[in-house]
């Protein structure tokens, strides 16, 4: 056998290497809505307003009230591994923010057209970045940020052969809307899609409004609530009743200090609390947020932090398990009326 044609190593230039970091963090529009969204949220908006065109393949803009950009670090923002958010690895061992690698708005200028327009606390006006020049100028904004994406993936037209319908995009960039406003009952929301209002979640009292405003009353209706406290973890939210389980495992939710995460102990849990009152393949619907002292978890398992890892997961299954369990078995308002009080 002939041994391979040796070629040369070579550095690969900056703006390769953010887009292939681009095909881990951008799947589809759906990422950046969520990319972005964490980043207004981390900025601490209030308010936040996610306008869409053509199922968001043509355009994601996410506006916010936060804290704004520094004109002098504006174009940091768009760099790879610049980020605000930690500083050294004991940073990273307790991040308490959704972002923390600073790579997200460097893979998605990597592979769209991106601006960013911000206004700092405290500065007299706005500037606006445009991400394919670099050119920084004056404009006009109230204090927040502004960040604009657009084509995606117009220079990578493999990748946006990949995309499905507009309908099939929008809906999941309101699923990833969904997600944070689930976990952030107190922040605005509202969803614009080629000029009409989709969605509109205004901030709720508590966590109970605005899962009911999201998911309804009859999800409310069918619906127990969770709370269980033990040592460094918290759990709160919704188990559904066993009849409201679904044929299919589309409305599960869990979150782990605010970050939205698909968690093989967490459902594992959950079903193993519902293991004698479901049968079959039925799925229990849930929305479950986990609090946990931060220095338990790595966040920092996969670049899109879908996946978290508990430092002692068997503690956290029980914790879970119970907590359901105790949510199935509470007495029932209104089903019983001698349980009036
Ligand atoms: P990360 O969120 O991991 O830090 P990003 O690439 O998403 O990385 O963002 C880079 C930096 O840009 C952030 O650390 C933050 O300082 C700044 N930034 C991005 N979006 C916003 C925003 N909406 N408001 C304020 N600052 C922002
Ligand atoms: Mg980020």
């Known amino acids: 056998l002939a041994p391979a044609p040796r070629r040369p190593i070579r550095e690969l230039p900056d703006e ?5 970091a681009a095909g881990e963090v951008v799947e589809r529009p759906a990422s950046v809505v969520r990319e972005l969204v964490d980043n207004a949220l981390d900025a601490g908006a209030r308010q936040v307003t996610v306008r869409l065109a053509g199922g968001g393949v043509r355009l994601v ?19 790879r591994h610049a980020t605000s958010k930690i500083a050294s690895l004991a940073e990273l061992e307790s991040v ?22 911000s206004r700092a606390d405290g500065q007299p006006h706005a500037f606006l970045l445009d991400g394919g020049t670099g050119e920084l100028r004056p404009a006009a904004r109230t204090v927040g940020t502004t960040v604009e994406v657009k084509e995606l993936f117009f220079r990578t037209p493999a990748r946006r052969k990949f995309l499905k319908s507009d309908g099939t995009e929008l809906a999941h960039c309101v699923e990833a809307v969904r997600r944070h406003a ?32 999201v998911l309804g009353r009859d999800f409310m209706a069918a619906s127990l609530p969770v709370a269980w406290e033990g040592g460094p973890l918290r759990i709160s939210g919704r188990v559904g009743l066993p009849d409201a389980a679904r044929a299919r495992a589309d409305q599960q939710w869990a979150w782990v200090n605010g970050r939205h995460v698909r968690d093989k102990v967490l459902g594992h849990a959950v079903r193993s609390a519902y293991e004698d ?6 799925q229990p619907v849930y929305v479950l947020a986990l609090d946990i002292d931060p220095t338990l978890v790595d966040v920092n398992v996969h670049p899109t932090k879908i996946e978290v890892r508990f430092r002692d997961s068997r503690a956290v299954h029980q914790a879970v398990r119970h907590a359901v369990e105790q949510a199935l078995a509470a007495p029932r308002a209104g089903l019983n009326p001698s349980a009036m009080s």
């Open 61 to 79: 803009c996410v506006e916010d009230d936060g804290c704004g950009i520094d004109p002098g670090q504006l174009p940091l923002a768009l760099r």
């Open 96 to 117: 308490a923010t959704m972002g923390f690698r600073g790579e997200a708005l460097a893979a998605i200028a990597s592979v769209s057209e991106t601006t960013v327009l």
């Open 277 to 282: 009152v479901l049968h079959g393949q039925r």
């Open 182 to 213: 689930l976990a952030r009952p107190e922040v605005g929301f509202a969803i614009w899609h080629d000029g009409k209002l989709v969605e509109q979640w205004r901030p709720a009292a508590d966590a109970a409004q605005r899962l009911s405003d």
């Open 16 to 20: 390769l290497v953010s887009q292939i």
